[in-house]
């Protein structure tokens, strides 16, 4: 009944209800009528939800179109994920046409609360130049904030950079330190650059 008279997070709870089957038949039709009725009062998580259920075509026909759309309504409120996940599709052309510029501004927004795998993304970015000037100096710094929480492709990338010496002073036994610290996590392009290198 609150859910019915606009209650948002009775709406909400009741998407999830239905989503997971708890003390009903599970109806990812119902849970999506429902969570969208929430997202439509703006609430972030079910924006998210339902932008989800959209990539997936759980509930709906499959539309990434429209999840863009949600998406970008959970990114403008601020949501991590959401934005991180709105430049992926940018940068993949996923229900929009492929917009790098676009793409960097929504991983860097994400980056700057502390996503790391937008915070990988963006040293990618700049240090290639793709839809940002390329920038050796700031692809470090990103790849860095990434590579000390602990992303292993981020810190592989790092040792290269050490190891060629771009945007930072050569430095062989710190691409060491950043190789080993990724082949510990089982990348295998960090265990081959560990063989190769000599300090």
């Known amino acids: 009944m609150a859910a019915e008279n606009g209650h948002l997070n009775s709406q909400f709870n009741l998407g999830v209800i239905y989503a997971k089957g708890r003390g009903v038949e599970q109806n990812y039709h119902e849970a999506f009528k429902w969570y969208k009725m929430a997202a439509d009062q703006d609430d972030v998580t079910a924006q998210v939800t339902i932008a989800m259920m959209y990539v997936k075509g759980i ?22 994920n959401a934005q991180y996940t709105l430049a992926s599709m940018f940068a993949k052309g996923q229900g929009v046409p492929v917009d790098n510029t676009e793409a960097f501004d929504w991983y860097m927004k994400a980056a700057e609360q502390g996503h790391i795998s937008a915070q990988l993304a963006i040293g ?37 950079i050490y190891a060629k010496g771009r945007g930072i002073e050569k430095n062989l036994a710190e691409a060491k330190i950043w190789y080993q610290k990724s082949a510990e996590q089982g990348n295998e392009s960090a265990e081959r650059a560990l063989e190769k290198i000599n300090i």
């Not at 499959?62 to 990114?75: F, G, L, S, T």
């Not at 940002?132 to 992303?151: C, F, I, L, M, P």
């Open 59 to 80: 509930g709906v026909e499959k539309d990434k179109k429209e999840a863009v759309n949600w998406y970008y309504r959970a990114a403008i409120q601020g949501h991590v």
């Open 124 to 160: 990618f970015m700049y240090g290639k130049g793709i839809g940002v000037n390329r920038d050796d100096s700031e692809a470090v710094t990103w790849y860095r904030k990434a590579a000390e929480q602990g992303h292993p492709n981020a810190q592989f990338n790092l040792g290269v």
